[in-house]
């Protein structure tokens, strides 16, 4: 039986790292990117590589990777991304473009490295990890938002071109998840804040809102993968 091989994002923590290691142990090779590589899980069949996905020379790379090994790619699970919150009114221009960059044309451009080599293979699956945000939002997260509305809108427009070579475009929209997620988002929150800045009442109340609710909520890392692996199996 043929390798199966998936290339996945963000897979130095949460759930891209929990993804790298099961789809390990079931035996399919793993292409494993992040800017921490050191990070990355390691064991048989996991390959770390470096990857910042808002990079063109990093992400030809990535790929580059597995088609160079004589591979097939047969999954593609478009998993980085962050939550860059802060009152939209005061989050930089350099910030957003950041934030675009790396939820969603990062994800774009990827797929588009792949998609040939699939097309000609007639098979594939490129899983997209969005958020439940992409359909419901709280103040703050704005931006990050947008991201997430777009990458599920983008998602399923690409499912509706793909599927007539035999491939599938598939979104998955996690909720509170058991991570440093929330922490770094909160984090960007208070950081964006201008000195003085009339949303800071906004941003502390917000903070304990989603710090109660999501904590409540929570699933385990260990938990989506299993989702990421029933999408791509």
């Known amino acids: 039986m043929a390798k199966r091989v998936i290339l996945i994002t963000g897979a130095s923590s949460g759930m891209g790292y929990a ?19 050191e990070k990355i899980p390691t064991g048989a069949r996991i390959h770390p ?18 088609l160079g090994d004589g591979l097939r ?7 980085a991304g962050y939550g860059e919150y802060g009152p939209i009114e005061e989050v930089s221009l350099d910030k957003i473009h ?7 044309v990062g994800a774009s451009e990827l797929t588009k490295l792949v998609l040939p080599q699939m097309r000609q293979q007639r098979s594939g699956r490129i899983i997209n990890n969005s958020s439940i945000g992409g359909d419901v939002y709280s103040p703050l997260g704005g931006w990050y938002y947008v991201t997430k509305r777009g990458l599920n809108v983008w998602s399923d427009v ?16 996690p909720g509170g998840t058991q991570s440093s997620w929330l922490d770094i988002a909160m984090d960007n929150a208070i950081h964006n804040l201008k000195p003085d800045s009339p949303y ?4 502390e109340g917000t903070q304990k809102l989603l710090s109660g609710m999501l904590k409540t909520t929570e699933a385990s890392a260990e938990d989506l993968a299993k989702v990421f692996y029933r999408a791509a199996t």
């Open 19 to 37: 993804a790298t290691q099961l789809f390990a142990q079931h035996g399919w090779e793993v292409y494993a990117g992040a800017r921490r590589v």
């Open 49 to 66: 590589l470096h990857l910042d996905v808002t990079d063109v020379d990093s992400r030809l790379q990535f790929v580059k990777e597995a």
């Open 73 to 79: 790619v047969d999954v593609l699970l478009n998993n």
């Open 98 to 104: 950041k934030q675009l960059e790396t939820n969603l």
């Open 158 to 173: 690409l499912d509706t071109e793909i599927r007539q070579f035999g491939l599938r475009s598939i979104i998955i929209e």
């Open 200 to 203: 800071t009442p906004l941003a």
